[in-house]
């Protein structure tokens, strides 16, 4: 009977703890759990069902909603806890086995006031809630574990508002998220895995784990299929371009966070793809990316290095116009405020430097395209078909390694309508090895450089054609702005060009050029020697009218009176050898065309050094025609650009009959037969020629009579009798003189047509006379700097003046031209100091005690500016020391009183051309008066310089170089 009782009784517990859990409790809860919501939110709960297992202890909320009047902001079909009891009382802390949230729903709402939702859905809270919230946020925290929490299928959906236009929305139709050991119990590794869908087409997927304490992260994710073109509406009115719905991004990447020791980061095997990037403006497509490809990029820190295996480009096509209006398209992409790009660069310019490592294996640009149009300067470029291939970029600090580059462009074109100029490029290639990029040294070990290139200058009516250019070069060394280079190799290009003005064509091909250690240092260059080899010349001279001749040789006549430039250059250049080199010469302006050949050229020049004194040696030899032979020897001294010395150039067993077209333009006669030995000796010094050259002709016979306006009229058959010997031989000696540098100057024709080749191939000295004088470098000369307000000639530049007078002692026909200058701004601040400080000095003697200086500041300014309070400028230079202790700049404050009262000062343009004229004058004076400099050769510019380069140190006057008048 009491086994009755006791099993009735346990019956009963058991159903009414049954009846409990199951219906009491959660009858009772739920009318609680929508109360407490509803009141600490403003919009309203609903809760469908509460259901409580009581045996099992797992706890759920079904169809949990808060909505207002319009839209549901917050919904969960399921929210269930499975506690564990056992594992709670045994170790002591809140256990839950499960946490499951099924299908919940938030939807997030961003205002046209930019507010969001969400922040609005909480009630405000009254002081006394706020310091429950702080005691408990200070108080130990609860310790839980919950072993497994899973989210699923979670929807988040965000909606931007905004006035007049199309609500922008995300949608994250699908989260699913498991987390497993989530909690504040055990300092163990949590697993975790989360799977989102966003939209239609995105998916990221994230695998991990973390611990909390020290805190360690480690994963995966990988996102793919990501539109940019679906979320630019979010920020429209900074984006000033469309993306098409091609666009696409696809990314996945390992990474590891641990903070047991320091925080060190990895991002590990990153994989980043961006493909068909179409940027539209005004529907117009600007830039096309076929796709950007980072393959293995794996980052360290805190090592501060990033190594990448890969970075490609694939079909890149830009299209970039500047304006009338000088603004780049590109630039217009993004609508930015002025305001924020200032704060942008201020931030920029406040960060301290990070040095990293990058490594990147490889990198590539294939298959692009890229245009250039400006519209307010009329020129276009294309490059069509580019490809770039890098190989082991290596960036650790200052320094800069490449392996090599590769960079090939099929076709480039550039079009200048203002100047009507075309330039086309084509099959161009660039390789470059081993660069080495330091905050001192740069250097390559080798360039290579092939294209062809096509010049069509139709302004000025020339083509250039240069096909097959290759060019290398190796060993270049950059050292604190001095170069050097081991050898040039231009290797048989072909070279043409035609005038049409002056119906002038050259060609050049079969060139090897080979130039040996160059170097340039200190402005001097130097080369140790060159060699070319079989070059290959033809010049051919276009019939003309004669109208146009004449009109060539006035320029020619306006050329040779143009002032000579200064220049700071020297050079020290050794032997070129020339072998085998072939030319030939055709000079269809004649009545009869004319054409030589001289071909086995071979021969050499000696050293060419601007600062020496020893002249060039040159040697050439060759074969004319089919019987003739030549020979050029003498010494040219390069410091004169009109001394060739001691030249003898040598002609022997000519076909006279070869010269019938020139022959027939001078003397009206074919030439039969005959031969002719050239004998010609020239020297010329300081432009002024002294020439004795012996002419031989033999078995001269003339032939029929040519029509020619330059012919002269005399009786020849009867000259050549009478010159003739008994064997047949006119042997003449003809004495030359006269002055280079006169534009009526002349050689007889006879002579003429000779030189005519040999001089153009025999005088080659276009170095100025200045390049070199009294050893020293030219720009010690070039200018003369004065202090600002000032026209006393400094001490730094009395030297300059003194090099300046050798210089005129020994060129009695130079002159130096002097250009008055003044700064428009320095030489006004220094003018107005100057005449502030007279102005002060008087104000000062009027004050009995006290600072005077300060004083008669202080009183000055208030007088100048009424409007502005002493005391109120004197706040802003009250400053802290470094214990904090307030302290008064006195000298600061006195200054910008100083300052401000100075910029005051009135100072004339007139002031200030003043001050130009006479320091004009103080350097006219130390030359001629103290240095006894000829007048006439100290020249002053009527017209004055103004300075207004505000990173200008001096007020400079310029010189230059003209002829003695």
């Known amino acids: 009977m009491k086994k009755n009782k006791l099993a009735l009784i346990l019956s009963s517990i058991l159903i009414i703890y049954s009846i409990l859990g199951f219906v009491a409790i959660p009858k009772i809860v739920k009318p609680i759990i929508v109360d407490n919501i509803n009141a600490n939110i403003t919009q309203e709960a609903s809760l469908e069902k509460v259901e409580f297992n009581p045996f099992l202890l797992t706890f759920s909320l079904n169809n949990l909603k808060i909505q207002d009047k319009e839209d549901i902001t917050f919904s969960i079909d399921s ?22 949230l099924i299908n919940p729903y938030i939807h997030i709402i961003e205002n046209e006031d930019k507010s969001f939702n969400l922040e609005k859905l909480l009630k405000p809270t009254t002081k006394e809630e706020k310091q429950v919230r702080v005691e408990e946020e200070q108080s130990e925290p609860i310790k839980f574990q919950i072993y497994k929490t899973v989210l699923e299928k979670a929807k988040i959906k965000f909606t931007k508002l905004a006035k007049d236009k199309k609500p922008f929305e995300v949608n994250i139709n699908e989260l699913n998220y498991t987390f497993y050991d989530m909690g504040t119990f055990r300092n163990i590794l949590a697993s975790h895995s989360l799977n989102i869908l966003i939209n239609e087409h995105t998916k990221l997927i994230i695998n991990g784990g973390l611990k909390v304490h020290p805190f360690h992260m480690y994963g995966n994710v990988k996102l793919t299929n990501l539109r940019p073109n679906e979320f630019l509406a979010y920020k429209d009115e900074l984006f000033n371009f469309q993306l098409t719905n091609e666009t696409n991004i696809d990314l996945n990447f390992g990474y590891k966070v641990d903070t047991k020791k320091e925080l060190d980061i990895k991002v590990e095997k990153l994989n980043f793809k961006l493909s068909n990037l179409n940027i539209l403006q005004d529907a117009h497509s600007v830039l096309y990316l076929k796709s950007l490809d980072i393959e293995d990029l794996n980052l360290f820190y805190p090592q501060n290095e990033i190594k990448i295996n890969q970075f490609s480009l694939e079909n ?63 020129f276009a470029t294309l490059a069509e078909e580019v490809n770039l291939n890098a190989k082991n970029l290596n960036i650790e600090n200052q320094n800069i390694s490449l392996e090599q580059v590769l960079f090939e ?13 075309d330039v086309k490029v084509k099959n161009s290639s660039l390789i470059i090895e ?7 040294n740069r250097t390559i070990k080798q360039v290579a450089l092939k294209s062809s290139i096509n ?30 280079i081991a050898n040039l190799n231009l290797i048989e290009p072909d070279f043409k060009l035609n005038d049409k003005v002056s119906k002038t064509n050259i060609q050049a091909k079969d060139i090897n050029l080979l130039v040996n250690k160059i170097s340039h240092k200190n402005s001097e260059l130097k080369i140790d020697s060159s060699k070319l080899n079989k070059p290959f010349i033809a010049i051919t001279l276009g019939k003309q009218e004669k109208k146009k001749v004449e009109e060539k040789e006035a320029e020619k006549i306006e050329k040779k009176v143009e002032k000579k430039a200064n220049s700071n250059f020297s050079f020290d250049i050794g032997p070129l050898i020339i072998k085998d080199a072939r030319m030939v010469f055709e000079d269809k302006n004649l009545p009869i065309p004319f054409k030589t050949n001289i071909t086995q050229l071979h021969g050499d020049f000696s050293r060419l050094h601007s600062s020496s004194s020893k002249p060039t040696k040159l040697e050439l030899e060759g074969k004319v025609d089919k019987y003739g032979f030549t020979k050029i020897t003498g010494t040219v001294d390069i410091n004169d650009i009109k001394l ?23 003397v009206g006669r074919e030439i039969d037969s005959g031969k002719l030995d050239l004998n010609l000796k020239y020297n ?127 060129k009695k026909r130079l002159a130096i031209n002097v250009t008055p200058s003044y700064h428009q701004v320095f030489d006004t601040i220094a003018l107005q100091d100057i005449k502030f400080d007279k102005f002060l000095e008087k104000r000062m003697k009027k004050i009995v005690k006290g600072d005077e200086y300060k004083k008669a500041l202080e009183n000055l300014f208030e007088e100048s500016f009424k409007d502005k309070d002493l005391d109120d400028i004197k706040e802003t230079f009250v400053k802290k020391d470094k214990s904090g202790k307030e302290y008064f700049d006195t000298k600061e404050y006195v200054e910008s009183l100083r300052k401000t009262l100075a910029s005051k000062q009135e100072v004339t343009t007139k002031e200030l051309e003043e001050l130009a004229n006479s320091r004009s004058k103080n350097i006219l004076d130390y030359l001629i008066v103290k240095k006894k400099v000829d007048k006439k050769a100290v020249v002053i510019t009527e017209k004055i310089n103004v300075q207004i380069d505000e990173k200008d140190k001096w007020s400079t006057f310029n010189l230059s170089v003209s002829v003695k008048k």
Do not use: C, M
């Open 316 to 378: 890149l096509n830009g299209k970039i116009i500047n304006s009338k209006d000088e603004t780049i398209n590109l630039a217009k992409l993004v609508n930015l405020p002025k305001e924020q790009k200032k704060e942008e660069v201020q931030q920029n310019s406040t960060q301290e430097e990070t040095n990293w490592k990058i490594l990147l294996a490889n990198f590539k640009i294939a298959n692009s395209k890229l245009s250039f149009k400006d519209e307010k300067n009329s």
């Open 79 to 100: 929210l269930s806890i499975d506690f564990n009891l056992f594992r709670t009382i045994s170790e002591k802390h809140l256990a839950f086995q499960d946490l499951q």
């Open 684 to 810: 010329i010094k300081e432009s002024n020629l002294d020439a004795n050259n012996s002419i031989i002709i033999s078995d001269i016979r003339l032939g029929e009579t040519v029509q020619s306006e330059d012919a002269t009229n005399l009786p020849l058959d009867l000259a050549i009798a009478l010159l003739e010997n008994s064997d047949g031989i006119i042997d003449l000696e003809l004495p030359i003189s006269g002055n280079v540098d006169d534009p009526q100057f002349a050689i007889a024709p006879i002579v003429w047509k000779v030189f005519t080749n040999l001089i153009v191939k025999a005088i080659s000295s276009p170095f100025t006379l200045l390049a070199s004088v009294l050893g020293i470098e030219a720009d010690e000369i070039k200018t003369i700097d004065f202090e600002y307000g000032n026209s006393t000639i400094i001490a730094s530049e009395k030297e300059a003046l003194d090099n300046i007078a050798k210089i005129l002692a020994t």
């Open 409 to 421: 462009n099929k076709n480039f074109v550039f079009n200048d309508k203002k100047n009507n100029l």
């Open 455 to 484: 010049i069509n200058d139709k302004k000025q009516k020339k083509d250039i054609n240069a096909q097959n250019l290759e060019l290398k070069i190796k060993d270049i060394i950059n050292q604190n702005s001095d170069i050097q």
């Open 644 to 666: 060739l010395t001691n030249t003898t150039i040598l002609f022997k067993n000519i076909a006279i009959k070869n010269f019938t077209p020139y022959s027939g333009k001078f």
């Open 434 to 440: 081993d660069l080495k990029l330091n905050d001192k």
